[in-house]
């Protein structure tokens, strides 16, 4: 890497499908591709209040009864 602005640069994750189905390989991402966002949740309801009663919450592939 003699080149400084090599360091400037990123590349994006490897993806699967094409067109509108295609998407980002999970097999491919780290946490250096900035993947993890444990508050996410947290923040969804904070700033969607009305959306607390639409039912189960899915979550990695899981469906989950939301809490009470």
Same mark, same amino acid.
């Given at each position: 890497?003699? *080149?400084?602005?090599? %360091? @400037?640069?990123? %590349? ?5 499908? +094409?067109?509108?189905?295609s998407r ?8 250096? *591709? ?5 508050? @996410?949740? +947290? ?26």
């Amino acid at each position: 890497m003699s *080149d400084p602005l090599d %360091k @400037a640069t990123s %590349k994006a994750p490897a993806t699967l499908g +094409e067109g509108c189905l295609s998407r980002y390989d999970p097999e491919d991402m780290s946490p250096e *591709d900035g993947t993890e966002f444990p508050g @996410a949740r +947290e923040l969804w309801e904070t700033l969607h209040p009305e959306d607390e009663d639409l039912g189960p919450v899915e979550t990695s592939g899981q469906t989950t009864p939301k809490p009470a």
